[in-house]
């Protein structure tokens, strides 16, 4: 399996910050990426698909870049509604694996 | 808009299998680009892909579960399902169904809400 690494597994941030996290794959993975977004007591989110390629619907302020094995997940200007735990997840390999999650709270 | 709903026992015994089944509204699963995926979560291993089931019939297993795991497609109730057979405390998680979209990418667009199956005597 394709092992996920994402750092850090937390952070705090305030509103209006610009949060970066990262997510590195065990090996190459292209650009097979997805992020997702979940908030407590519900399910993950689809944000962006093919490491950058925002899912309709999904305010701009998310970006998503990277390709190989480092991928960046950017949210400027984070709103209060952005506070969640953040997945990527590698679709280059069946089986699908994600990260370990990073958890954005608020300061 | 397509919704996926799981149902089934929340508590399981030690040894005994694990039956889920998945719900879709809003879309036949039958058509388009999609498989048909139970994802797993847990305090320890986080998020853990268990399988797919692709409208064909084609199934493919997380090779760390593989020989536990079956997922059937019923077409007619527009339904899939989840078998776990052999269930220690460690397959306790919160379980979704999820569809995943096939093309280029590959991603998970629709999640059930997730139910928590708890293996316990």
């Known amino acids: 399996d394709i092992q996920m690494t994402q750092s850090p597994s937390s952070l705090s941030a305030s509103v209006g910050d610009r949060v970066t996290i990262t997510c590195r794959a065990s090996?190459?993975?292209?650009?097979?990426l997805n992020w997702y977004q979940q908030k407590p007591g519900k399910a993950p989110n689809l944000l962006i698909y093919g490491a950058s390629n925002l899912r309709s619907g999904v305010p701009s302020r998310f970006s998503g870049s990277g390709s190989g094995t480092d991928f960046t997940l950017t949210v400027n200007s984070l709103q209060p509604e952005d506070f969640a735990t953040y997945y990527c997840?590698?679709?280059?390999?069946?089986?699908?694996?994600f990260g370990q999650g990073t958890k954005v709270e608020i300061k | 808009q397509v919704q996926l709903q799981e149902s089934g026992p929340g508590l399981v015994k030690p040894s005994q299998t694990l039956s889920l089944t998945c719900t879709v509204s809003g879309g036949s699963i039958t058509s388009g680009n999609y498989y048909w995926s139970w994802i797993r979560q847990s305090a320890g291993k986080g998020l853990e892909w268990i399988g797919r089931?692709?409208?064909?019939?084609?199934?493919k297993y997380n090779p760390s579960l593989q020989s536990r795991v079956t997922i059937s497609l019923d077409a007619s109730k527009n339904q899939f399902s989840l078998r776990l057979s052999s269930v220690t405390a460690a397959d306790t998680a919160v379980y979704y169904c999820a569809r995943e979209y096939t093309y280029t990418y590959n991603w998970f667009d629709f999640w059930g809400q997730g139910t928590l199956v708890t293996v316990s005597s």
């Open positions: 997840q590698q679709s280059h390999s069946v089986s699908w694996t």
């Open positions: 090996q190459s993975i292209y650009i097979y």
């Open positions: 089931m692709s409208p064909s019939g084609t199934t």
